[in-house]
Nanobody, 115 residues
Framework: QVQLVESGGGLVQPGGSLRLSCAAS????????MGWYRQVPGKQRDLVAR???????NYADSVKGRFTISRDNAKNTVYLQMNSLKPEDTAVYYC?????????WGKGTLVTVSS
């Protein structure tokens, strides 16, 4: 079993920055991808950014140039540095770990961008 615990959400003004963290624990070994998704009420959960074990990344077009995903494999932790935040970035952000075609999810952390 895999457990994911997110932290770092909160309220920030437009143009501000936040850093999300997600620590994974449990039956983790070998190669796996980690990422961040976000969801607003009434809409589907969408990919924000993903990073593989070797460090390959991909981003949603809406966050390219503003968000940076990184990971510390020794700590089984993934980070999302969010800069130049916009009101439309407001959402619940979920950490994801994908291993052997199985998705594991954190409980989510709320990010609110508002003045």
């Amino acid at each position: 079993q895999v457990q994911l615990v997110e932290s770092g959400g909160g309220l920030v003004q437009p143009g501000g920055s936040l850093r999300l963290s997600c620590a994974a624990s449990g039956s983790i070994f070998g190669s796996y991808a980690m990422g961040w998704y976000r969801q607003v009420p009434g809409k589907q959960r969408d990919l924000v950014a993903r990073i593989t074990s070797p460090g390959r990344t991909n981003y949603a077009d809406s966050v390219k140039g503003r968000f940076t995903i990184s990971r510390d494999n020794a700590k089984n932790t993934v980070y999302l540095q969010m800069n130049s935040l916009k009101p439309e970035d407001t959402a619940v952000y979920y950490c994801n770990l994908r291993k052997d075609y199985i998705d594991y999810w954190g409980k989510g952390t709320l990010v609110t961008v508002s003045s």
